[in-house]
């Protein structure tokens, strides 16, 4: 991470996540999910965005949060591996910089599907803030083992 | 890049793909004066813009090969060193062009080795100066089809075509939403600019698709070559055969098929064709024979791919499916040829004893199979043991839009191409069709024959997981190579141009889909596969039993979903369970029917004699009255289980199962609230081998 960041901040189940904004391409509302059947417990479906087709994951059940989904979600849409992907959140916040003075590493108590995916525990005067790692996030092989 | 040297590389590159592919014709068929002016004019071309580009190293050598292509041509018999020669001098140049392509320079080197050697044959006094002389009138008439040809067609970015198409593909999404809504709304003046919009819409699409269209002979091309060169290195004489190379399809699908086919041919040149010495043993011609054909099928490609070699060796597919626990014993004796050559396309059943450096390297047939099943294709296999076989795979033509069945299944739609789809039957209760049972399998009865049905519903796992389907709706007549079977959905919608798209890398594993698209009113829905289904059927009823017939504990343990049990008593113990799917029929017989034998006990069971067993060694046999058993079948051998009665057939999750050490007893696990021993009939079975002979 470089010395300022951009982070896109977003909350599951009250905790404060942020993705880097450099791999966040928009972020939309959900509303008409088609479930797929068979696929892993963490893909909530595929959506309709303006003509393309974007797999939704559900943040909450990937990084194993407690609570249930709000019914009209939200989605920060990002590309990887030349897919579009859109990761499901209870809200998105605000973009913030951050200096690498409030990083701290993972801590090692934490939930393991949650230490997988996060790259650094930012402190800020609202709380905590995760920050998650796209790559592993939305890696094939280890969400199929998470899931 | 400078633009020269891209269009240079580019043509250099088609060209000399087409002379490997006519030298090899060459050198089978000397006389053919056309081959041999295609090939000199082509080199020729190459030779004069390398001439032009100031690439010395490729102009030299392009120059010894003409040189010598010349001799040919003024009479020097063909030899097949020569051919060899002129080929690996054309592997120097394809190097020496990729070189060029990454640093667009010539690199450093000496070709003098090659240039030598073929100078030196050239140099050679033709032996035999009458062979038929070049005809002139033959050169020329080809030269000006081709630039006939040339002032009609332009060279076009395949990145142009694909924008083109994904641009199209958007219209008709866009046509699709403007009819659906015109469907809703009654508005007279929309209805004949929608018309014609529909209309241009369609042309567009269908001139687009002509345009990607492409003859599948360029997936061939190397095919030739490849061939002679497995030919040379195995020491088999091959005989190589293409018929349809003009057929058209699509360049995506092209693309994907390629490899594939390659596999195949490879598969058949180093595995299905015998040495010569086998091959005289067997009373067949030392050359063998691989034939590849292409052509059009009801909207659908077909390519054959056929050897006359050794034939796919059943004993050794069923022993090596047996091996890896894919089936059981019982289950081959019942299967038919057709169904165990299919274990070929299952992953880790490559049967090649020896991997060699051609094939056997660990991807298999399993991988053409998933690469075909992904574009929504399906392979059949014909083989006759020692004669040959000939693997045929079934591709749609095209596809980025395909006309598609929209059902629905417990309130989810889904797409179904058309092309798989045979018939429809409506379904319900004491209609004229109905779907009944075989136990928990549902049956179609369609004219003279029994159709397997699966429910569309319970094989996506969509809603509770209820015993009993609904048993009014649609069953969609589908076909999948050789096999036919139904698919159960609760409606059928209507059917519409849908464009197919990717699906993510994360959704691409599931087998019972192939893509998904976006309807006319904006919903996103999954594109069913087919091929997909058609291996459920088999593969995950069987797989359960297996479990527990294969008399491995840890395999019980692990046991996953319900398992249907027969639950029954027999002695003082505890309760006993059978999986259902193996029992073959519960009877009551007369118990004074039954007749001791030795150890064992005999009845007379529909017009043969039947070997009992008792379920528990201290059970007793009723003296008088009906004594119920529950006979198991394996293939021909029949058995009773002697029991003192049937309890229930339940349902139950077997999760919790501890594997047991006692003799026929696979383990324990709690059904119903009662502890229960699961029974193993695998272990009763052998009991009776030797009563075959016997009875």
């Known amino acids: 991470m470089t010395a300022c960041d951009q982070i896109v901040t977003v909350t599951v189940g009250r905790q404060l996540f942020g993705l880097p904004i450099a791999r966040v391409q928009d972020v939309f509302k959900l509303h008409r999910i088609t479930p797929v059947p068979l696929a892993a417990e963490h893909v909530a479906g595929i959506v309709n965005l303006r003509g393309r087709l974007i797999t939704v994951i559900d943040l909450r059940r990937r990084l194993a949060m407690a609570g249930n989904n709000a019914d009209a979600g939200m989605a920060v849409g990002i590309e990887y591996g030349g897919e579009s992907y859109g990761l499901m959140v209870d809200a998105v916040g605000d973009v913030v910089s951050l200096d690498g003075t409030s990083a701290e590493p993972v801590p090692v108590n934490l939930d393991a599907r949650l230490k997988d995916v996060a790259s650094a525990v930012h402190r800020l005067p609202a709380g905590l803030l995760v920050m998650l790692d796209v790559e592993r996030l939305l890696d094939l092989k280890a969400s199929e083992w998470a899931a | ?695």
């Not at chain 2, 041999?36 to 690439?55: E, N, Q, S």
């Not at chain 2, 997936?219 to 190589?240: T, Y």
């Open chain 2, 1 to 695: 890049m400078d633009e020269l040297l891209r269009d240079f590389l580019v043509e250099a590159h088609e060209s000399l793909d087409t002379v490997d592919t006519e030298l090899v014709r060459f050198e089978q068929e000397p006389n053919n004066a056309e081959s041999l002016a295609l090939i000199f004019r082509l080199v020729h071309t190459v030779k004069g813009t390398c001439g032009f580009l100031g690439l010395p190293r490729l102009a030299a050598l392009a120059h010894a090969a003409e040189s010598l292509m010349g001799k040919f041509r003024d009479g020097m018999p063909v030899t097949s060193d020569a051919v060899t020669l002129i080929l690996a001098t054309l592997d120097r140049i394809k190097d020496i062009l990729a070189e060029l392509e990454r640093h667009q320079s010539e690199p450093q080197g000496s070709d003098s080795d090659l240039i030598a050697q073929l100078d030196g044959m050239a140099q050679q006094p033709a032996a035999d100066t009458s062979a038929t002389p070049m005809e002139a009138a033959a050169l020329t008439a080809t030269q000006t089809q081709e630039s006939k040809a040339a002032g009609h067609s332009i060279r076009v970015n395949v990145d142009t075509l694909e924008h083109l198409m994904t641009v199209v593909s958007e219209l008709v999404l866009t046509r699709n939403q403007l009819v659906d809504l015109s469907r809703h709304r009654q508005e007279p003046a929309l209805q004949v600019p929608l018309q014609r919009l529909s209309q241009v819409t369609a042309e567009l699409q269908d001139s687009v698709m002509r345009a990607r269209m492409q003859p599948i002979g360029q997936a061939w091309q190397k095919l030739p070559r490849l061939v002679r060169d497995l030919s040379a290195e195995l020491g088999k004489p091959i005989d190589f055969e293409m018929q349809g190379a003009d057929t058209e399809l699509d360049r995506q699908v092209l693309d994907l098929i390629k490899d594939p086919i390659t596999h195949m041919v490879r598969n058949a040149a180093d595995h299905g064709i015998e040495r010569p010495a086998e091959r005289r043993a067997a009373g067949k011609p030392e050359k063998a024979r691989i034939r590849i054909a292409a052509r059009h099928e009801s909207g659908y490609l077909v390519v054959e791919i056929a050897d006359d070699g050794r034939g796919l060796d059943r004993a050794k597919i069923a022993a090596k499916a047996l091996s890896r626990g894919l089936v059981t014993q019982a289950d081959l004796a019942r299967m038919s040829d057709a169904q165990i050559q299919r274990f070929i396309l299952v992953p880790g059943m490559s049967t090649a004893s020896t991997v060699t450096s051609l094939s056997g390297r660990g991807v298999g047939m399993d991988v053409v199979q998933t690469n075909i099943g992904r574009i929504g294709g399906a392979i059949t296999l014909h083989s006759v043991q020692g004669h040959g076989c000939t693997i045929a795979i079934r591709i749609p033509l095209t596809l980025a839009i395909i006309s598609a069945l929209i059902v629905e299944a417990a309130g989810e739609r889904f797409a179904l191409p058309q092309a798989c789809v045979m018939e429809l039957v409506r379904v319900r209760p004491g209609g004229e069709h109905r779907i009944e049972y075989i136990k928990a399998a549902p049956i179609l009865r369609l004219r003279n024959r029994l159709l397997p049905l699966i429910h569309l519903r319970s094989l996506l796992r969509l809603g509770e997981d209820s015993a009993r389907q609904s048993e009014s709706g649609f069953v969609i007549v589908t076909r999948v190579g050789a096999e036919m079977f139904g698919i159960v959905v609760d409606s059928v919608f209507h059917a519409e141009d849908i464009v197919v798209k990717p699906l993510a890398s994360m959704l691409r594993h599931i087998p019972a889909f192939s893509g998904a698209t976006i309807l006319g009113d904006g919903a996103a829905i999954m594109i069913l596969n087919a091929d997909g289904i058609a291996t459920a059927f088999g593969s995950s009823p069987v797989a359960d039993t297996d479990a527990v017939i294969s008399g491995d504990e840890t395999a019980a343990v692990a046991l996953k979903p319900k398992t249907s049990l027969l639950v029954f008593r027999a002695g003082e113990g505890t309760r006993c369970a059978v999986p259902l799917s193996l029992v073959t029929r519960i009877e009551e017989v007369e118990a004074s029917a039954i007749t001791p034998s030795g150890d064992r006990y005999l009845v007379q069971y529909r017009g043969g004699l039947m070997p009992l067993i008792k379920a528990d060694a201290d059970m007793r046999i009723k003296d008088s009255g009906r004594q119920p058993l529950i006979v198991f079948s394996d293939g021909e051998r029949t058995m009773g289980l002697l029991v003192d009665a049937i309890i229930d057939i339940v349902d139950a999750h077997l999760d919790g199962a501890i594997a047991d050490a006692r003799p026929g007893v696979l383990g324990s696990a709690i059904v119903n609230g009662e502890t229960t021993d699961l029974i193993d009939i695998a272990h009763y079975m052998p009991l009776f081998s030797d009563t075959r002979s016997a009875a």
